[in-house]
């Protein structure tokens, strides 16, 4: 009798990313699909996320010897089962009752950890509680009062977080026309989480008359709340050089998935220059059109020491809440793994430039 290989996990659900996506589609009112797919303006900056990371190719290594491939890494002390960290993407609830409860459940699981959104649908406190190891890192807006800011930053520190991720791209709303064509509201309940309100959070940036912030302002508040912080949404070498002398301990690099800025460049295309202006200080991560595995290894080859993924834990959260993320980290862990299996690198340190090489059309 002939016994059948499979090539999948036969107690799983899902067996690609692609089932996912297809499956947080079908789950989705169109236009809460929008709101998460779409980006600003005519999406130019939203493809090109995606072109960046598709116009590089590996150089496999054969024969090394090598180890079955560790993933593992620590950044700013926080040690990872795998250089991902998840996103801090806001109105959660839209996708799915459970929210960031659900996606911080199965990061703690996957050993890797999340950067808790201001805009969420659950508290910072809650999350904090519920999932210890997942909730490491909180984002809030460079925007509102400095007292707000504060009295945010206070409550990430009393209640266990290692920093602050500071968002710094978004001054006003981005222009995003998908929105707009479907008449979309969006139900504010959703990302009232830390405030008593969205008026709160996003008035400002809504009537776009938000008081000026600087480097300087954001380095005080930063001292006096006595947390460190990344900058996320950083593109060019002046503004990471800007970041890092400000006390950043590491810069993000983000266009907002392409939903503030049309014409912003793609992450990837910006990566090694933010790489060469930061010059080793601080660590460098970064978002923006990672789908796969084979993603995220093309972003550390080329100088990032993690990855943050927002769109595809989205997609496991609307596909299947908590089992669904789960599902997207265990398919992308084992894609990464299998992939650095083929590339004869054993860690993810002996990934660098020489493991891609621009691919030929």
């Not at 699981?109 to 969420?120: K, Q, R, T, Y």
Request: hydrophobic share 45%.
């Amino acid at each position: 009798m002939v016994e059948a290989i499979t090539f999948h996990d036969a107690q799983s659900t899902f067996v690609t990313l692609g089932e996912i996506h297809a499956a947080a589609q079908r789950t989705l009112d169109s236009s809460v699909w929008d709101f998460l797919e779409g980006g600003a303006g005519a999406e130019w900056t939203l493809a090109a996320n995606r072109a960046a990371v598709d116009a590089w190719a590996f150089r496999p290594r054969v024969l090394r010897g090598t180890a079955p491939p560790d993933l593992s890494t620590t950044l700013l002390g926080v040690e990872l089962a795998m250089p991902v960290l998840v996103a801090p993407f806001g109105a959660d609830r839209l996708f799915h009752p459970e929210g960031h409860r659900a996606v911080t459940a199965a990061v703690q699981e996957a050993g890797i950890a999340s950067i808790v959104p201001e805009a969420g649908s659950f508290s910072l406190e809650t999350l904090a509680k519920e999932a210890p190891g997942a909730a490491r890192f909180f984002q809030l807006h460079a925007l509102g009062s400095d007292e707000m800011f504060l009295g945010l930053a206070g409550r990430a520190r009393d209640a266990g977080y290692a920093a602050l991720c500071v968002t710094v791209d978004s001054p006003v709303d981005g222009w995003r026309e998908r929105n707009k064509t479907n008449r979309f509201g969006l139900d504010t309940s959703a990302m009232e989480g830390n405030h008593d309100s969205a008026e709160e959070l996003f008035g400002p940036m809504l009537r776009n008359d938000e008081p000026v912030w600087t480097w300087a302002r954001l380095a005080a508040l930063a001292r006096r709340a006595g947390m460190p912080f990344l900058a996320k949404g950083v593109l060019v070498g002046e503004d990471a050089h800007e970041a890092v002398e400000a006390g950043a301990c590491a810069v993000y690099v983000s266009n907002h998935g392409g939903r503030q800025l049309d014409g912003a460049p793609a992450t990837l295309t910006q990566l090694p220059e933010i790489v060469r202006a930061v010059e080793g200080r601080v660590p460098v991560i970064i978002d923006g059109g990672f789908r796969r595995g084979t993603d995220i290894l093309k972003a550390l080859a080329l100088g990032a020491d993690a990855v943050t993924l927002g769109r595809p834990i989205a997609y496991g959260l609307a596909a299947g809440g908590r089992e669904g993320v789960a599902a997207v980290l265990d398919l992308l862990r084992r894609e990464m793994r299998a992939t650095m299996t083929l590339l004869g690198r054993a860690t993810v340190a002996d990934l660098g430039p020489t493991a891609v090489q621009k691919a030929e059309r």
